[in-house]
């Protein structure tokens, strides 16, 4: 699933939590979205006042994170690159708000691509793609933003949010620019039609893998982790180069994606080598800059041990 802001919604669609959510979106989050940059940075930085300094928020998950990427780093630096890390976060979280009112040529201004060329002769030969990346920099605005800086039709897969409400309002933000938001048994139907541009794939592959997804192990951040092996299957079975997008922060409120080519000819490489290339693209990405990936999430929750025990008892 492309990652989002999640509340922790009950899973009951009928509870009076639900029912609040309309209000906290006409009362609250547009009333913010429509906010000058300079006062919604202010609020960035009051989040991270409270989310770090007095709640403490996932604290514990994201310096486990980064002491584990990095061990041989001391306590000073871990902290050092946790910090940043939250004041990004909180940026995120203003940011995807200015996201549901921001303006074509705003989002322009704020988010750009530094080699579209790329794609020139993939478009040229009508040939669809797979686009591989990670939650590192802004993917939301990423998401607004690529329709209107490449030549094909980007497609992201997408899993509704449990709230009707909230998962209509953020795919209605999303793809206001003309993304396209489909599941995968949807991206499978697509990819088997005509189509005036050729499609371009989005696949968000580092997230922790569910069961059901039999992931790839690899060694990552000096941690065996399961990879979602999702986007190298579909490479593979359309044949479609494979093209990893790297966004990065030029300052605050500000970034550019990257592309660069992971392989052209997936069915030429032996298997597993596909999504080893990308998830590499990742953390040699990570590593330049860590504070920028999204460390909150419990991306390694999961050990092979747990995914092989939990396997047997399927089988």
């Given amino acids: 699933m492309h990652y989002t802001w999640k509340l922790q919604l009950d899973q009951n669609l009928h509870t009076p939590l639900t029912t609040f959510m309309p209000l906290l ?7 913010i979205s429509y906010l000058p940059s300079w006062l919604l940075y202010r609020i960035s930085d009051f989040l991270y006042f409270l989310l770090y300094q007095i709640i403490g ?3 514990k998950v994201v310096r486990s994170n980064i002491q584990n990427s990095f061990p041989k780093l001391t306590t ?3 902290i050092a690159i946790e910090k940043v890390f939250y004041v990004h976060f909180c940026d995120l979280i203003v940011e995807s708000v200015k996201a549901f ?3 074509e040529s705003e989002i322009k201004k704020r988010f750009t691509q530094r080699n579209p060329e790329i794609f020139k002769k993939y478009y ?3 040939q ?3 686009l591989v990346g990670g939650h590192y920099g802004n993917w ?3 998401a607004i933003s690529v329709a209107n800086q490449m030549p094909h039709q980007p497609v992201a897969l997408f899993t509704p949010l449990t709230n009707k409400f909230m998962s209509d309002k953020i795919m209605a933000s999303r793809s206001k620019f003309g993304l396209w938001l489909k599941n995968y048994e949807e991206v499978k139907e697509l990819i088997n039609r005509e189509h005036e541009q050729p499609l371009a794939i989005i696949f968000g592959t580092d997230q922790c893998p569910k069961l059901s997804q039999r992931p790839y192990w690899m060694e990552f951040l000096n941690q065996e982790t399961g990879v979602q092996f999702g986007a190298e299957k579909f490479a593979r079975e359309n044949n479609t180069p494979v093209i990893y997008g790297a966004i990065h922060r030029l300052k605050r409120g500000h970034y550019e994606v990257v592309y660069e080519l992971v392989c052209e000819n997936p069915n030429d490489l032996p298997l597993g080598q596909i999504t080893e290339l990308h998830t590499k693209c990742l953390e040699r990405d990570i590593i330049n800059e ?4 999204l460390w909150s999430h419990k991306r390694w929750k999961r050990t092979k041990k747990d995914f092989d025990a939990e396997l047997a008892k399927i089988n």
């Fill in 101 to 103: 009112t921001i303006s």
């Fill in 140 to 142: 939301e605005l990423y």
């Fill in 290 to 293: 860590p504070a920028f990936w």
């Fill in 128 to 130: 669809e793609l797979t």
């Fill in 124 to 126: 040229d030969a009508h």
């Fill in 76 to 78: 000073k630096e871990v």
């Fill in 57 to 59: 928020y996932r604290k």
């Fill in 25 to 31: 979106y006409y009362i609250i989050l547009i009333p």
